[in-house]
């Protein structure tokens, strides 16, 4: 028999998704067969899948030893280095600058050089994050970016906050803005663009029948005939939105060969700029409304400003 007494990163899940958390090797079939069976309780009583498990909560586990052990892998993210570029940091969450190239986690290959180890590296060597002390949580990202894509990630310190962040970016309550340089004259100046994407391999395609619907606004900040420095604003957070739409309208990003673009001009250039905060007072981040964080102008990516430079 073994016990678990949850802690305050482990309260609000499911009692199904903590244990798998917890010991990956504990088949899912056998886990609810256990539960099944009142091998598994909570507080000494027979519990269901679907129970939410709060701070304090005792697991009692009746099953193989076998299935029990820890992962072996834990601390595998101090193989990557630890260097960040922090824009805004508290005691919930980490706001960083993610460069041009880097994995924003770990692909399917299992690369380990990814934005979400080097943040699990940083908050350990701060003391913020010790793997040995937790049961099922591991400090996580609430956005993604592209691997080509510059810009802002943010990720969750502990349980609540990551929690409170994903829901708030769930209830568009997270405003995210790029920069993008587009080729060619824009027109008109200002719009939205609502299309329905799919994704098909390692691409985005528009498919009215099958897609997900997806819409972004954009302004025009400065243009020539060559190309247009554009402002985003996602308003839904699709695979290579922004890439595909504008490729939709015949304005691909400056150097997304992918989606189009001409392949002599350059790099991709695109960046995650700027964050603003809409939260719902009853959310634990609600204090965030009073910020907007963003990269100041000086510390945008090369790319852009040498394409700027060169196309407007």
């Given at each position: 028999?073994?016990?678990?007494?949850?802690?305050?990163?482990?309260?609000?899940?499911?009692?199904?998704?903590?244990?798998?958390?917890?010991?990956?090797?504990?088949?899912?079939?056998?886990?609810?067969?256990?539960?099944?069976?009142?091998?598994?309780?909570?507080?000494?009583?027979?519990?269901?899948?679907?129970?939410?498990?709060?701070?304090?909560?005792?697991?009692?586990?009746?099953?193989?030893?076998?299935?029990?052990?820890?992962?072996?892998?834990?601390?595998?993210?101090?193989?990557?280095?630890a260097?960040?570029?922090?824009?805004?940091?508290?005691?919930?969450?980490?706001v960083i600058?993610?460069?041009?190239?880097?994995?924003?986690?770990?692909?399917?290959?299992?690369?380990?050089d990814?934005?979400?180890?080097?943040?699990?590296?940083?908050?350990?060597?701060?003391?913020?994050?010790?793997?040995?002390?937790?049961?099922?949580?591991?400090?996580?990202?609430?956005?993604?970016?592209?691997?080509n894509?510059?810009?802002?990630?943010?990720?969750?310190?502990?349980?609540?906050?990551?929690?409170?962040?994903?829901?708030?970016?769930?209830?568009?309550?997270?405003?995210?803005?790029?920069?993008?340089?587009?080729?060619?004259?824009?027109?008109?100046?200002?719009?939205t663009?609502?299309?329905?994407?799919?994704?098909?391999?390692?691409?985005?395609?528009?498919d009215?029948?099958?897609?997900?619907?997806?819409?972004?606004?954009?302004?025009?900040?400065?243009?020539?005939?060559?190309?247009?420095?554009?402002?985003?604003?996602?308003?839904?957070?699709?695979?290579?939105?922004?890439?595909?739409?504008?490729?939709?309208?015949?304005?691909?990003?400056?150097?997304d060969?992918?989606?189009?673009?001409?392949?002599?001009?350059?790099?991709?250039?695109?960046?995650?700029?700027?964050?603003?905060?809409?939260?719902?007072?009853?959310?634990?981040?609600?204090y965030?409304?009073?910020?907007?964080?963003?990269?100041?102008?000086?510390?945008?990516?090369?790319?852009?400003?040498?394409?700027?430079?060169?196309?407007?």
């Amino acid at each position: 028999m073994k016990e678990i007494i949850i802690a305050n990163n482990d309260a609000g899940q499911r009692v199904d998704r903590f244990l798998m958390k917890a010991f990956p090797a504990l088949p899912k079939s056998y886990l609810y067969k256990a539960v099944r069976n009142k091998k598994i309780k909570v507080n000494r009583r027979r519990c269901e899948i679907s129970q939410r498990l709060n701070e304090g909560d005792s697991v009692l586990l009746f099953i193989d030893p076998r299935f029990l052990q820890a992962p072996q892998d834990k601390r595998d993210f101090l193989q990557v280095p630890a260097a960040l570029d922090v824009i805004y940091e508290d005691d919930n969450i980490l706001v960083i600058d993610k460069p041009r190239g880097l994995r924003s986690q770990s692909d399917a290959q299992g690369a380990q050089d990814c934005a979400v180890n080097r943040i699990l590296h940083y908050l350990y060597e701060k003391g913020g994050y010790d793997p040995d002390q937790e049961q099922s949580f591991v400090p996580a990202l609430c956005n993604r970016l592209d691997r080509n894509t510059r810009g802002l990630l943010i990720a969750g310190k502990h349980a609540r906050a990551l929690r409170d962040m994903n829901a708030a970016i769930r209830a568009h309550e997270v405003h995210k803005y790029y920069l993008a340089l587009c080729e060619g004259r824009l027109s008109p100046d200002a719009g939205t663009i609502t299309l329905r994407h799919r994704k098909a391999g390692t691409k985005a395609l528009v498919d009215e029948h099958e897609g997900k619907e997806c819409s972004l606004s954009y302004q025009v900040l400065q243009q020539r005939e060559q190309a247009s420095l554009v402002l985003v604003e996602l308003h839904s957070g699709r695979f290579h939105q922004i890439r595909a739409s504008f490729a939709h309208v015949r304005h691909p990003l400056v150097g997304d060969v992918k989606y189009g673009a001409d392949p002599h001009q350059g790099s991709q250039s695109l960046c995650a700029f700027r964050l603003s905060f809409s939260i719902a007072m009853d959310n634990s981040l609600a204090y965030l409304n009073e910020r907007i964080i963003e990269l100041p102008a000086q510390r945008l990516p090369r790319s852009l400003r040498t394409a700027m430079d060169r196309h407007v």
